[in-house]
């Protein structure tokens, strides 16, 4: 069974930085896509980051490039997200999502198929 869990969200003041953890069991991931989403209140849920099979295959949407960064260590089966330069506008509750069997950094969320239950990042200013 797959399982997401995520971890590492808080509250942080704007221009602070947080780094979130995703853990996934229940198979090997090395051969699968991996992406972070965001979902804020009374908004869709929308792609943040996505890494391929090495950390040299990624894709930022253009409202973190710079200041975020994702990282994955296939042989600890995590997923790490790196966030600098908090503004409010980021907060939301951020997912943990894998693309079994991918090796197209997948944009569209409806082609990963696990998530995980979701960790609240609150950013005020």
């Known amino acids: 069974q797959v399982q997401l869990v995520e971890s590492g969200g808080g509250l942080v003041q704007a221009g602070g930085s947080l780094r979130l953890s995703c853990a996934a069991s229940?198979?090997?991931?090395?051969?699968?896509?991996m992406a972070w989403f965001r979902q804020a209140p009374g908004k869709e849920r929308e792609l943040v980051a996505v890494v391929g099979w090495s950390n040299d295959r990624t894709y930022y949407t253009d409202s973190v490039k710079g200041r975020f960064t994702i990282s994955r260590d296939s042989a600890k089966n995590t997923v790490d997200l790196q966030m600098n330069s908090l503004k409010p506008e980021d907060t939301a509750v951020y997912y943990c999502a894998v693309d079994l069997n991918s090796y197209t950094l997948t944009l569209e969320r409806s082609y990963y198929d696990y998530w995980g239950q979701g960790t609240q990042v609150t950013v005020s200013s």
């Open positions: 229940g198979r090997r991931f090395s051969r699968d896509v």
